[in-house]
Nanobody, 115 residues
Framework: VQLVESGGGLVQPGGSLRLSCAAS????????MTWHRKTPGKERDLVAA????????YYADSVKGRFTISRDNAKNTVYLEMNNVRPEDTAVYYC?????????WGQGTQVTVSS
């Protein structure tokens, strides 16, 4: 299982960014996917989750209405569209999937929201 995040960077408050997570090594269409984020000194928090297609999604209250999770099963990729970002969205963002008793994580991509 390999998860590779990309798309992070520096963005101004109120701006937008799209993160991507390319998945390989497993049957992508059979598993839900999640995005988490972590800041120094804090736990890694769940940001958004998506089921096997775009019909079932979940968002943390802090990002609801601003972030959108989606997936392209033909490309084995999950996305996180981040709009109207805030300084408190600054974090390392991780892609995740869970199989049986095991959580699989990508290496993370840094998002910094600052003027």
């Amino acid at each position: 299982v390999q998860l590779v995040e990309s798309g992070g960077g520096l963005v101004q408050p109120g701006g937008s960014l799209r993160l991507s997570c390319a998945a390989s090594g497993f049957a992508f269409t059979r598993y839900g996917m999640t995005w988490h984020r972590k800041t120094p000194g804090k736990e890694r928090d769940l940001v958004a989750a998506i089921g096997l297609d775009d019909m079932l999604t979940y968002y943390a209250d802090s990002v609801k209405g601003r972030f959108t999770i989606s997936r392209d099963n033909a490309k084995n990729t999950v996305y996180l569209e981040m709009n109207n970002v805030r300084p408190e969205d600054t974090a390392v963002y991780y892609c995740n999937t869970h199989m049986g008793d095991t959580d699989y994580w990508g290496q993370g991509t840094q998002v910094t929201v600052s003027s």
